[in-house]
């Protein structure tokens, strides 16, 4: 098996342990507020990365090239301010999964694939046709998946699409934040971050009960050590040699797990225009990401995926 092909392969074991997180946080709620789960799971999330800095603690030679920072005051400052657009993506998020599904709220949340080379625009990036077509066909997706009859929108699937802007945004502060400090370090204190708002949120406004962390004892395991820790590192090792076309294309398969979790773990049902709607927005996806694709590439990974 080739480095491309394995980090492929990484790559979309991270996407499904990301789409099942859906579940894990669907059926966290059961139990605990928004919150509350959200503090406890990225408070374990940060602490689960400690181990994996340490590890990671010698700068290697791209960062060495990228003449990455060491400065604490940066490091802080990028961490807090990461952190604190994840708090705002991610409650809005975990209140919003309890007036939908786990497969509309996987596939809504993807929509951050199509909004960054979007909201790009206003860093005077360009973006090329097929972005543009892909959100077309995205939005029309999101319209057979979310608008009903009466063209409105059902209060849960709004929260995740205004949710989906603050994860696209996320994805741009950290593309500009990891060329200046460690990209480890970031994401624990991003983490960090956010499970403190997240707690102070909780204290103010929920009701914390020791029984019901202990009910949801699995849902935030799942949501703090495999979503974040061991997640998070399978794409840190994997991307290191996969192409960013085909990274593009495994996370975009996140929102199709939390589908099939949804459906087969929950029970959930998606009607036939759900379904078409689904469709509708992986295709625009898919699409928005054209302009990287690299067939021949592509092909060989799908002649080897045969074998």
């Not at 049902?269 to 690299?294: E, H, T, V, W, Y």
Request: glycine content about 8%; hydrophobic content about 55%; proline content about 2%.
């Amino acid at each position: 098996m080739n480095k491309e092909l394995r980090s492929s392969l990484l790559l979309l074991i991270t996407a499904m342990i990301w789409g099942l997180a859906f579940v894990a946080q669907r059926v966290g709620m059961d139990y605990l507020g928004a919150f509350t789960y959200n503090g406890l799971r990225f408070g374990l999330g940060s602490l689960s990365l400690l181990p994996v800095i340490k590890f990671f603690a010698k700068p290697s030679e791209d960062d060495k090239e990228k003449n990455i920072q060491e400065n604490n005051a940066y490091l802080i400052k990028y961490g807090v301010i990461a952190g604190s657009i994840l708090f705002i993506a991610a409650s809005l998020q975990q209140v919003g999964i309890v007036y939908t599904t786990a497969a509309k709220a996987g596939f809504i949340t993807t929509l951050y694939i199509v909004l960054v080379p979007i909201l790009g625009l206003f860093l005077k990036q360009k973006t090329s046709i097929n972005v543009w077509v892909g959100a077309i066909v995205a939005t029309l997706g999101l319209y057979f998946l979310s608008i009903n009859e009466n063209f409105t929108i059902a209060y849960g699937d709004l929260l995740q699409l205004i949710g989906a802007f603050f994860w696209a945004m996320h994805i741009i502060a950290i593309g500009f934040f990891t060329k200046r400090v460690n990209s480890l370090k970031l994401s624990s204190l991003q983490f960090g971050t956010c499970s403190l708002l997240s707690l102070i949120c909780a204290l103010i406004f929920e009701d914390i009960q020791l029984e019901g962390i202990i009910s949801a004892a699995a849902p935030i395991l799942y949501g703090g050590l495999m979503s974040v820790g061991i997640a998070y590192t399978l794409q840190v090792v994997a991307q290191k040699h996969a192409k960013a076309s085909h990274a593009a294309i495994a996370m975009s398969m996140e929102s199709v797990f939390a589908a099939i979790g949804g459906i087969l773990i929950l029970g959930e049902k998606l009607p036939a225009r759900g379904i078409l709607g689904c469709l509708l927005m992986l295709a625009g996806m898919m699409l928005s990401q054209a302009d990287n694709f690299n067939l021949k590439a592509l092909n060989k990974i799908s002649q080897e995926s045969t074998r």
